[in-house]
């Protein structure tokens, strides 16, 4: 409003200069055509009129300013608005038409410039189904890549020569203990594109291997790998193996520089606590054995080596060597208990299963070790979060258990869901099975029913959160256990739009990137990175104590939005939250219990944000509220900040509706989750980047000039 009233004052100026120049003009013309006699007496006439020529001047003045505000309601605002639409429709958002306002004249011209909307529209849409076309086979190889990386046991990080990261898999994310959702429990830091690798590894072996390969590669040795074993913040030790990734550039010497690095990288922590145990055990059997062969070889020696030994010193001798072979035995049996519990089950991941293929894998098993069994039901719609290896071990053990002792050797098998729980039934005919042999198999080692394994039936029940019993039908003869196991979730395909069923995270144009210089404000805007944030609160007023309840972030890397990335936290405020608030993002207190606190979250979030620049939509009010919380932190913001509400404002200064859902209405972007801090901030970041190419044309391209503008516009003066 501030920019139409100067040029409202503009247009009157001018109207109102006609108007005395045109009565000065006429002045002057008849002084001219009269006599001195004629002038000295319309002199004298304007003297005795009084304040009659002040009243004149005033109606022209207000006639001008009637005159002005009808040239520019009628012609200069549609003509704005018509200019700025027509942007709009050139760059952001091809959809969007100008609106008739104005004469019959505008009106036409409007007309006019929808055509060309209509035809540039249908012109867009012909290049981008050209160009889909001419991706289509580099998408099928990218997605190719894609599922092959997601179903690697591996964890995959590659990184660009400046070690930002370019590419990793869903393994990798877990590995590093980057959480899908930005968390306060990150221990190690987080996964993402564009973000340093030395954040996530220390950046002396890397550097190192690097320095290895580099040196490999000048001697001529075509494939250099180098592997090196490390410790992860998280205490992880991990063994990593490193490969260059083939560059076009020139290196120092005369090779091909490497583009980037592919690491592979194995969690070893088990291995390295496996084999200090077994050498715990080979230490201690060689110092419980050394002095029993001492006795044992000096026993035998003197029996041999005396045969004429009287029969009480050759019995003492005996004595001797069988007290020491019994203790050496002793000795071996103690080091082969401690082996066994060293080997018990480590246990692996439950992963999802369709009760049908379990039940036919278990049948299959039986059957293998000479078991009749055959599947009587299993649900094809339940699945199950299963050790698939463990439970055909386990039961396998009781068919072969109930073969050897009882005689049984045909079975029935049952997998079937109830009340939010699966069941898992080994039925025969005939014998039923006590209490105390039911107990006593659940506590004997597998290897008692011929499995290679010292882990115990009751062990692997508690590590699926399972429970089994025996069950006995008199009327029928059939008898059964029965083990109940938690049902799982079913593994689905997801729609476009949605989070990828195969987590797999890859930008190939930022192994181009180069490290950002320390000087952000000289960069342009689409080779920044960004954190798109929003907060929800309890109220609107930080000064009265209001908090935040709820932050939402998103990361922009190399002009795309990082869905997968996400940051979204609910944070406890320890006070009550206002109705009205409540209202309107529908976060209630009880849904707060149990959460974070501010202190514990802003560290968390500082980390996901990094040194990128910070954009929201309104931000001075989510930044007030996070610089309330400096002192008591510690977490200080001082990032470069970009706010959607002042940029929209500097390019559409004509519409007062500035608005999250009106801006995103005019550049053509679906709104989903609003009054959410996530969905809002992911709005926010959609917006954003439909807001830089009208930017560029504005010839605002740099982060200097993207502030600077901001900060002339009537918004910026808001404070709260």
């Known amino acids: ?109 409007t007309a006019a410039v929808n055509t060309l909307a209509d035809r540039h529209e249908a012109a867009l849409h012909d290049v981008e189904t050209r160009v889909r076309q001419a991706r289509a086979d580099l998408e099928t190889e990218r997605n190719r890549l894609a599922v092959l990386m997601s179903e690697l046991a591996q964890s995959v990080v590659v990184c660009n020569a400046e070690g930002l990261i370019v590419l990793y898999n869903e393994q990798a994310r877990r590995l590093f203990s980057g959480p899908a959702r930005g968390s306060v429990e990150s221990a190690v830091g987080f996964m993402g594109l564009g973000r340093s690798l030395y954040t996530l590894i220390a950046r002396e072996p890397v550097q190192h291997a690097i320095e290895r390969l580099n040196a490999r590669t000048a001697a001529g040795e075509l494939d250099p790998i180098a592997v090196f074993t490390t410790t992860l913040p998280n205490g992880i030790l991990v063994r990593v193996r490193i490969a260059p990734m083939a560059g076009t550039a020139e290196g120092p010497s005369g090779q091909p520089a490497p583009s980037g690095f592919v690491l592979l990288l194995e969690d070893v922590s088990q291995d390295v606590v ?197 069950e006995f039908d008199r009327p029928s003869g059939r008898a059964r256990f029965r083990i109940m196991l938690p049902l799982g979730a079913r593994e689905t395909g997801h729609t476009a739009g949605t989070v990828p069923g195969r987590p797999f995270y890859y930008d190939f144009d930022l192994t181009a990137s180069a490290a950002a210089p320390p000087h952000l404000d000289v960069l342009l805007l689409q080779d920044l990175t960004y954190t798109v944030f929003d907060t929800e609160t309890t109220g609107l007023d930080p000064q009265a104590g209001d908090e935040i309840i709820s932050i939402g972030a998103v990361r922009i890397v190399n002009g795309r939005v990082l869905r997968e990335e996400a940051f979204e936290q609910l944070v406890d405020p320890r006070r009550r939250i206002d109705p009205q608030a409540t209202k309107i993002h529908g976060i209630r207190e009880v849904m707060l219990r149990g959460q974070p606190s501010i202190a514990q979250v802003l560290p968390s979030f500082q980390r996901f944000c990094g040194d990128t620049v910070l954009v929201g939509h309104n931000v001075a009010f989510d930044l007030r509220f996070l610089q309330m919380k400096e002192a008591s932190t510690g977490v200080a913001f001082r990032q470069p900040v970009l706010d959607t509400l002042l940029l929209s404002a500097v390019l559409h200064d004509s519409i007062e509706d500035n608005r999250l859902e009106a801006i995103a209405h005019r550049l053509g972007i679906e709104v989903v989750g609003r009054h959410t801090a996530l969905g809002d901030a992911l709005v926010t970041a959609d917006i954003f980047l439909k807001l830089l190419p009208l930017l560029a044309e504005r010839g605002i391209r740099t982060l200097r000039e993207a502030r600077e503008a901001s900060e002339r516009t009537a918004y910026a003066k808001l404070r709260y």
């Open 1 to 109: 409003m501030k920019r139409i009233s100067a040029r409202m004052l503009k247009v009157w100026a001018m109207c109102l200069g006609l108007g005395l120049g045109s009565v000065i003009a006429f002045a002057l013309a008849l002084g001219a055509s009269i006599s001195s006699e004629h002038r000295l007496a319309a002199l004298a006439l304007l003297d005795s009129a009084g304040p009659l020529p002040y009243l004149l001047a005033l109606l022209l003045a207000i006639v001008a300013g009637f005159l002005a505000s009808w040239l520019v309601g009628t012609y200069f605002s549609p003509l704005i608005r018509a200019a700025e639409g027509t942007m709009l429709c050139a760059t952001a958002n091809p959809r969007y038409r100008v609106e008739a306002a104005g004469p019959e004249e505008l009106k036409r011209l």
């Open 274 to 470: 496996g084999v200090e145990g077994r050498d715990r055990i080979l230490i201690d059997l060689l110092e419980r054995s050394r002095a029993s062969l001492a006795s044992l070889r000096a026993a035998t020696e003197n029996l041999a080596g005396f045969p004429d030994l009287d029969a009480a010193r050759r019995e003492r001798f005996l004595a001797i060597a069988l007290e020491e072979a019994k203790r050496l035995g002793v000795a071996v049996e103690h080091a082969a208990h401690a082996h066994a519990e060293s080997a018990r089950l480590r246990p692996r991941a439950l992963e999802p299963m369709r009760a049908a293929d379990l039940a036919a894998v278990l049948r299959t098993s039986l059957v293998e070790k000479g078991v009749s069994a055959r599947v009587d039901s299993a649900d094809e719609r339940t699945w199950l979060d299963v050790d698939c290896h463990a439970m055909v071990q386990a039961v396998r053990y009781l068919g072969q258990r109930m073969q050897e002792e009882f005689g049984i050797r045909d079975f029935l098998l049952a997998v079937d869901a109830d009340q939010g729980h699966a069941y898992l039934d080994l039925v025969w005919l005939g014998h039923r099975i006590s209490v105390a042999t039911t107990a006593a198999w659940e506590t004997d080692p597998l290897s008692a029913g011929g499995e290679a394994s010292s882990n115990t039936l009751r062990e692997i029940l508690q590590h699926h959160g399972a429970e089994m019993w025996h």
